[in-house]
């Protein structure tokens, strides 16, 4: 006849402690790892900004920010309003804020002073009727640091297991 095996209820509290500890560790590790894994990608997408000649005011590349969030996670992007244009394009329809666009000309010294609102306003235009391209900067930099991170958080939880 087989031994039989019995779990106590103090080996199940003292497993479960454990399991409590280990999850605090990891949360803790992983959230510093991936704050530093943010930043890089943050700056990362900065510099495709630049590459891709997309950095006229610095309004989008200052935008950019990595956070902690209370729940343990990090979120890292670009909060411009119109981030999202420049990474995925605009489908055509509905005029763009033509103050934005003001700006962009004012910045780069496009027309003359007085010139400048009517051109403004016939790029927006052209932008409600024809879109715009996709100009990727975000994710190709996360592209970039993804093996990197999912090897950290291996490591991360290897590591906290041989610790306990």
């Not at 510099?47 to 935008?63: K, P, V, Y």
């Not at 715009?132 to 991360?156: C, D, S, W, Y």
Request: hydrophobic share 40%.
């Amino acid at each position: 006849m087989s031994e039989m095996m019995y779990i106590d209820e103090e080996s199940v509290r003292h497993l479960t402690k454990r399991f409590d500890i280990l999850d605090k560790r990891v949360k803790k590790a992983s959230q510093n790892g991936l704050v530093k894994f943010g930043m890089e990608i943050v700056a990362e997408a900065q510099e495709n900004l630049n590459r891709n000649r997309n950095n006229a005011t610095g309004f989008l590349m200052n935008s950019g920010k990595t956070l902690r969030k209370s729940d343990g996670s990090v979120e890292c992007g670009f909060d411009c309003h119109y981030a999202g244009a420049v990474e995925f394009g605009r489908k055509a329809g509905g005029m763009p804020p033509v103050s934005m666009i003001f700006q962009w000309l004012k910045k780069k010294r496009i027309g003359k002073e007085n010139e400048r609102n009517s051109l403004a306003w016939a790029i927006a235009r052209d932008i409600a009727e024809n879109g715009t391209e996709a100009h990727p900067f975000l994710q190709p930099a996360f592209e970039k640091f993804k093996g990197k991170i999912r090897l950290f958080m291996q490591n991360v939880i290897n590591e906290e297991i041989e610790r306990l």
